[in-house]
């Protein structure tokens, strides 16, 4: 298994208070036969702290995908065609099989923890990845944490139980960079779903039609419907809806409020409109869906 392509270096390495793991071949064959992790699992792991002159081409790719997070200084990873500058809360994952030049700025050396992983799902996570289309990274202790964690593991002992940890840990690791927005949406004041879905939750007892929700955002209703549904996969009425029908599930289960009641207290004025739509989205009618938990 090619982790690192050792003919590319350009310098040998040598940063004060470096620190690398590569997973020897008989640990990764271990690896490839759990099927708990075989989808996505690492086979190197390192942190470059003030990497001077660190610098790496690969012309034929490299068959696993890289995973760079600079916290410190600043560099660039040429891949593509395109240029990309690395500076603090930054990262970026190379695709496997591609052509790609990274260093670090002579003037200001960057300091990065890097892994490498392969797998299917590590196909899936980043296809996820270019979906988001998000490179900037808001500081957080416990991301370092959470790397430290898998090192320490994997520094720890090769043995399968902490083979699957580690890997489990990885896969987190990786995810909260991706899924930063969706996990976090406060760190972005202009994420309009996210404000919008907020607006939903704070009204469900309101009826709105899509140009208000539209109209709270100050964006046209075209503007508005495709920016919600590239966050949510669904249109802002029937995600709506599905917020009311959620909140009259949580109602039938824990109170004794009848289905007129419930549905005057989330906004719904006809009484069978809100059955149909309970019984689309549940599979079961209201009265039923009643019925069932309270026997239960």
Known sequence: ??????????????FIGQKMIVLPPD???????????QRLYLTAIGYYPHASFHDRERKQGSNQYIFLYCT?????????????EMVPNTYFIIPKNTAHHYKSSADAPWSIYWVHFIGEHADALYQRYLEKQQNFIPYDERKINAFNEVFNLLESSFDIHTLEILNIRLFD???SFIYQKDLDPAVNDNDVASNSIGFMKEHLNSSFAIDDFARQQKLSVSHYSRLFYQKAGSSPVRYFNQ?????????????NRSIKEICLELGFTDPYYFSRLFKKLMGISPAKYK?????N
């Open 72 to 84: 410190e200084g600043k560099g660039n990873i040429e891949i593509a065609g395109k240029n990309v």
């Open 291 to 295: 019925s069932q938990h309270k026997t």
């Open 243 to 255: 917020l009311k029908i959620q909140r009259s599930c949580q109602m039938l289960y824990f109170t």
């Open 27 to 37: 640990v990764v064959k271990k690896v490839v036969k759990n099927m708990l992790i």
């Open 1 to 14: 298994m090619n982790t690192i392509d050792r003919h590319s270096k350009k310098i040998k390495e040598g």
């Open 173 to 175: 690791f990786i995810s």
